[in-house]
């Protein structure tokens, strides 16, 4: 059984910048994602990167804010996060599946997921 642990949350200033990570033990799985659930909504999809090629992918909403990569550390995924603004402020999951698909996208084929790590922007 794959663990995914998640690290980097924090409460920043709108505007500022957090850098998520999501380590996979024993390994990554073939496609790693982010996603966020605000208080009182649905869990959203934001991004998600294939470990097999480095295809990323991410929801239309992201414009160019977030960027999803493997990370130096092995079977590390990093979410880099800028331009915060105050409904970005999520509960933010860590997860993985066999691979980056629609059905990836929406939640349902995510056999792996992490505790989550606190976002709070602030205006």
């Known amino acids: 059984q794959v663990q995914l642990v998640e690290s980097g949350g924090g409460s920043v200033q709108a505007g500022g910048s957090l850098r998520l990570s999501c380590v996979a033990s024993?390994?990554?799985?073939?496609?790693m994602g982010w996603f966020r659930q605000a208080p009182g909504k649905e869990r959203e999809y934001v991004a998600a990167?294939?470990?097999?090629?480095?295809?990323?992918y991410y929801a239309d909403w992201v414009r160019g804010r977030f960027t999803i990569s493997e990370g130096d550390a092995k079977n590390t995924v990093n979410l880099q996060m800028n331009s915060l603004k105050p409904e970005d402020t999520a509960m933010y999951y860590c997860?993985?599946?066999?691979?980056?698909?629609?059905?990836?996208?929406?939640?349902?084929?995510?056999?792996?997921w992490g505790q989550g790590t606190q976002v709070a922007v602030s205006s």
């Open positions: 997860a993985g599946g066999p691979r980056c698909s629609t059905r990836f996208f929406y939640g349902e084929e995510t056999p792996g």
């Open positions: 024993p390994y990554l799985y073939n496609c």
């Open positions: 990167i294939s470990t097999r090629g480095s295809s990323t």
